[in-house]
């Protein structure tokens, strides 16, 4: 079972967690949210907010764009999809950034692969089984390509949060990019598989592994009780960062939150924690904030 649906065990199968288990893939009963009592929802008003279309090197790639309906010069803020997509909840994401004066930009990271948004969990993970890492960030470079061309933004101002999946590409962005800012990754792969013997040539490197050549800090948001990242590959990285020679690498800070699960931040999902996202989404700011991203 993927790490994002940890903790959907059969006794648990109540309607709710029914329903995140069997459309998991990607907010798919948006109009009725599985856990519509802490759902975030944020509204559009003073944004410009929808669809668009991303240049990049074999055509146009789907994503979703938010900012202030007024003024120019905002700060980009990239927005990395759960494994599920740009569903409701990251568009809201996208949204919440808005309303803080960002342009945030959620692009559709394996949209030549397939669409996970409405589909099985089972079909979800082939499709994004091939994605490679090379492809992701050229998209995403092509996604500050397109903020930069909109005239609306600052791209010397640059950030970028994921989450799960989205989560380690940030740290591999910070890896890539020379013109990243700051960098939030939310309960993200840290280390290679001990059980694969040979690296994945789609996905041939972990962020431990890039430690020493990280180009802008991260600041990693973990839960003590997440079943599919062990705490003791948290403290690997942690220790990697510290033990690093690099600016980056020791500027970078972890969190855990002990009480903590996977995809805390959720907050359509039952793996909702509202202290440790509420916590984390501050720290988000701040660290933005801090280091030249906002």
């Not at 146009?60 to 309906?69: I, K, L, N, S, V």
């Not at 004066?101 to 669409?115: E, T, V």
């Not at 972990?206 to 990242?229: C, F, N």
């Not at 907050?267 to 202290?275: C, M, T």
Request: charge should be positive; charged fraction near 25%.
């Amino acid at each position: 079972m993927h790490e994002d649906l940890i903790g959907l065990m059969p006794e648990e199968l109540t309607r709710r967690t029914f329903i995140a288990a069997s459309l998991a893939a990607g907010f798919a009963l948006a109009v009725q949210p599985i856990a519509a009592q802490t759902v975030i929802t944020t509204d559009s008003e003073g944004l410009e907010a929808g669809d668009v279309k991303i240049p990049v090197r074999d055509g146009e790639m789907p994503g979703y764009r938010a900012m202030p309906a007024k003024g120019k010069n905002f700060p980009v803020a990239l927005v990395v999809q759960e494994i599920f997509g740009v569903h409701e909840h990251i568009k809201d994401i996208c949204r919440r950034f808005a309303k803080l004066g960002y342009m945030a930009i959620a692009p559709s990271l394996y949209f030549r692969q397939g669409d996970t948004t409405q589909i099985q969990m089972e079909e979800v993970m082939k499709i994004v089984g091939k994605v490679p890492d090379e492809q992701v960030m050229s998209d995403l470079d092509s996604t500050v390509a397109y903020a930069k061309a909109s005239g609306k933004a600052n791209a010397k101002h640059l950030g970028i949060t994921g989450f799960c999946w989205g989560g380690r590409i940030v740290w591999l962005y910070a890896e890539h990019s020379k013109d990243l800012k700051a960098g939030v990754a939310w309960y993200g792969r840290l280390v290679p598989n001990p059980n694969q013997k040979t690296p994945n040539p789609l996905t041939p490197k972990q962020p431990i592994e890039l430690v020493d050549s990280l180009k802008a800090p991260v600041l990693g948001l973990y839960g003590g009780k997440d079943q599919g990242i062990p705490v003791e590959s948290v403290e690997q990285m942690r220790a990697a960062l510290k033990k690093s020679k690099s600016k980056q690498a020791r500027a970078s800070e972890i969190i855990v939150y002990p009480e903590a699960g996977h995809g805390f931040h959720a907050d359509y999902r039952p793996s909702y924690n509202r202290e440790a996202a509420t916590d984390g989404w501050r720290r988000l700011q701040a660290w933005f904030k801090k280091y030249g991203a906002a």
